[in-house]
């Protein structure tokens, strides 16, 4: 179908994909939305941070705002720019270090909490 000359059919298949994404987002955004003010609730605070790439979504940023309005709560939410994925900054420490010759064997394990 992709590659399909026919026009209404890429079109078709194209608002599938399109339509099958927004579906997904709406749905995860819901759940994260519910079960933030779950947690909330559960624990009476009235305060979160939304961090990481995921806040740089504009769906979730703005649901999780309207949740917190109308719960009198507070979200602190960085600007979209500063909420970034962390592979960009990982790959610029390996690179410095690659550079300063520390350059590990090829049996090391990942290990999230190892210092930069």
């Not at 949740?67 to 979200?75: F, L």
Request: glycine share 6%; charged share 20%.
């Amino acid at each position: 179908i992709k590659g399909s000359d026919n026009i209404e059919l890429r079109t078709l298949y194209d608002n599938m994909i399109n339509d099958i994404a927004a579906s997904f987002q709406a749905a995860v955004v819901d759940v994260l939305v519910r079960k933030t003010e779950w947690a909330i609730r559960k624990e009476r605070i009235n305060r979160i941070t939304l961090s990481g790439g995921v806040a740089a979504n504009s769906a979730l940023r703005q649901k999780m705002q309207k949740m917190a309005n109308e719960i009198e709560g507070e979200v602190y939410m960085p600007s979209v720019s500063l909420c970034t994925d962390n592979a960009a900054m990982i790959a610029a420490a390996g690179y410095h270090h690659f550079k300063a010759g520390n350059i590990a064997a090829l049996d090391l394990n990942p290990i999230a909490y190892l210092p930069l």
